[in-house]
Structures are given as structure tokens and as C-alpha cells.
T-cell receptor
């Protein structure tokens, strides 16, 4: 157990629908990062939050949004889903002073 | 524009031999480099890292080499074991603790 919890582990939904992925960071970590991994490709950075505020944005589609709540958990909202959104979505957290991230086990999203 | 590249999507090595995974980067502002290992159905886990002020870091069977002039780093695994079979991602850090990942290399260690 890495200490980063992602739910649900698997999600199957239809095109056009909206889903919410949840992430609880490791205790004490203030930063949360969301990554997308499609079909054995690399990890594509989506967005970062630090202590409730958006810190950086990557290649995140306008149909996607995220937020970090006062208890530091984060949610990634994916709407108007398309087949191409099928992927593994990883959340990671970090302490400001450490060089690396701790990843959750991911949510596998399948859009049918 | 990919700032971190792993040009070999896969690598096959015999058990007991050396595995060498390579990574190239373009951004001179990267100050810290990391390798992550990923098994199927799991999240990436941290393996080893190196600061830009060093050229080598060793941890057991794993050694990372950094050549700043060539903007190249490599991960050496000696000796390779079947349990090392996984996807390996290199990552580079810039300001704000932002990590940029390479595309990954799938290592297969054959018994």
C-alpha cells in the first residue's frame, strides 16, 4: 500500500457520460497530480493541485476538470466521455520537499 | 515536444546479465532525475534517483548514470532477475517539483 488511495479501481461507462475519479493523497502530502496513461503509452500529465489550489496544467482537455478539497483529497471529473478517453488514470502525491511522487494504483476507465 | 524520451519501447535480457535502459532529455533546467518501475495493474513505484550535480548513484543492483553534457541518463540493473520484468519510466524534475515522464521501456528478463 503506497498510501495514495484511488477509487474506483475500475469504471465502465458509455460515451457521452460523466464520471468522477477520486484520490486521497498520502498523509501529510499537500500536492496532488493527475496523470493519464493510454494503451501502454507514457504518463501524460493532466493537472496539479497544491493545498487546494491549481498549480499547473498539462494536456488536460476542456471536458476534464479537477479540484482539491480542504481535506486534501482530489477529484478528477471527466465529462462528455469519448471512446478515446479509455485509459488508466493515476493520481500521485508529494511532499513539497521530496523529489519524487507516490502513485496510487490507478483507475481503469473503459468507455463503451 | 517530448522533453523526456525513452527511445527503446522494449528490451529483452537473459537472467543474470546486465539490463541497460536509456533516457534522453532536452530541458537544461531539469535538476533531478528519477526512475520508476511499473507492474501491470499497479501504479508506478519509485526506484532510484540522481541529482543533476552527480553523475552516478547506486542502490544495490541498480545504478543510474547521468551525462549532463549529452543530456542522457541510463539505468543499469546487474544482475537482472525475472522479477525485474516491468515497464520502467524515467522522469525529470523542474521547478515546482513538476515531473515530466518518458514513454517507458518494457523490460523482459528471461529465465
Amino acid at each position: 500500500d503506497s498510501g495514495v488511495t484511488q477509487t474506483p479501481k475500475h469504471l465502465i461507462t458509455a460515451t457521452g457520460q460523466r464520471v468522477t475519479l477520486r484520490c486521497s493523497p498520502r498523509s501529510g502530502d499537500l500536492s496532488v497530480y493527475w496523470y493519464q496513461q493510454s494503451l501502454d503509452q507514457g504518463l501524460q500529465f493532466l493537472i496539479q493541485y497544491y493545498n487546494g489550489e491549481e498549480r499547473a496544467k498539462g494536456n488536460i482537455l476542456e471536458r476534464f476538470s479537477a479540484q482539491q478539497f480542504p481535506d486534501l483529497h482530489s477529484e478528477l471529473n471527466l465529462s462528455s466521455l469519448e471512446l478515446g478517453d479509455s485509459a488508466l488514470y493515476f493520481c500521485a502525491s508529494s511532499s513539497r520537499d521530496l523529489g519524487g511522487y507516490t502513485f496510487g494504483s490507478g483507475t481503469r476507465l473503459t468507455v463503451v | 515536444d517530448q522533453q523526456v524520451k525513452q527511445n527503446s519501447p522494449s528490451l529483452s535480457v537473459q537472467e543474470g546479465r546486465i539490463s541497460i535502459l536509456n533516457c534522453d532529455y532536452t530541458n537544461s533546467m531539469f535538476d533531478y532525475f528519477l526512475w520508476y518501475k511499473k507492474y501491470p495493474a499497479e501504479g508506478p513505484t519509485f526506484l532510484i534517483s540522481i541529482s543533476s550535480i552527480k553523475d552516478k548513484n547506486e542502490d544495490g543492483r541498480f545504478t543510474v548514470f547521468l551525462n549532463k553534457s549529452a543530456k542522457h541518463l541510463s539505468l543499469h540493473i546487474v544482475p537482472s532477475q525475472p522479477g525485474d520484468s516491468a515497464v520502467y519510466f524515467c522522469a525529470a524534475r523542474e521547478a515546482g517539483n513538476m515531473l515530466t515522464f518518458g514513454g517507458g521501456t518494457r523490460l523482459m528478463v528471461k529465465p
